[in-house]
């Protein structure tokens, strides 16, 4: 036989890896527009607008990252996400934010865990904003009903997330929460430090230096890869190269945006 049929017939027959999300959804808005005066009744810019672009924020956004990189992804999320809004007001040419609207932001909800079957998934990724949706003692239980649980956390951190097998979280959270971090949970640490790269069991996985349009959804897209990529190979190293340079391409782009 032909070894590329072969070779195309063995990526057909080949599972897809499924992975659940669950954590806290938004809709993200961007306005891009144009100022060029202030308000006559305040010294305020005006805003005149131009464009809109809009999609599924935070939990959301790893969801969309999932499957744009072609995994069998699953979502677990507040129903109520479309009117929870995160709307920004950007300028259209050099990228400046002039403010962020939030409507919605104590509306998340709680999980409900048990509606989820966990043993029909391949790996667990817990996208935690700490916006009330997801406890420590759920993320506990998480941990404990999959053994191959992602987290990626605004909470700090404690004995709730001992049982985790990867703990991803960026410099900033680190530096706040670091005095909480003992032996056995540095070793599953994953700190993300924007254009320098990201650090694992002191090593640090340098990215290239690109021109960084915005950061926003960049953390979404680094776990997204990284667990997909530990899940095919079971190379940490590996996994963290490649999530680096997926999160380097996202930042390139305008927006929350998709590998």
Known sequence: MDQTIQKEWNL?????????????????????????????????????????????????????????????AFLYTNKNWKNITKTRFVEE???HMFMRLDIGDKDYGKVNLKKIKFSNYDA???????????TEKDIEDISDKHPNTFLDTKKQLGDWCRKIKFIKINNFEYNRTKHLVDENMEEKLIITMGPEGCKYQNIIFPV?????????????????????????????HEALKYASNSATKVVQKRGVSTV
Not at 124 to 134: E, R, T
Not at 211 to 224: C, L, P, R
């Open 208 to 236: 290239e230096e690109v021109e960084i349009k915005d950061s926003s959804g960049a953390g979404d897209t680094f776990i997204s890869a990284f667990t997909l990529r530990y899940l095919e190979t079971e190379n940490v």
């Open 93 to 95: 040419k050099n990228n």
């Open 12 to 72: 057909m027959d080949k599972k897809k890896i499924k992975i659940l999300v669950i954590g806290e959804s938004c809709r993200d808005i961007f306005n891009y527009g144009y100022c060029e005066r202030l308000c006559p009744e305040a010294p305020v810019p005006v805003f005149n607008l131009i464009r809109t672009a809009e999609n599924g924020g935070m939990a959301r956004n790893v969801y969309s990252n999932l499957l744009a990189m072609n995994a069998d």
């Open 124 to 134: 667990v990724i817990i996208s935690d904003y700490n916006k009330g949706f997801l």
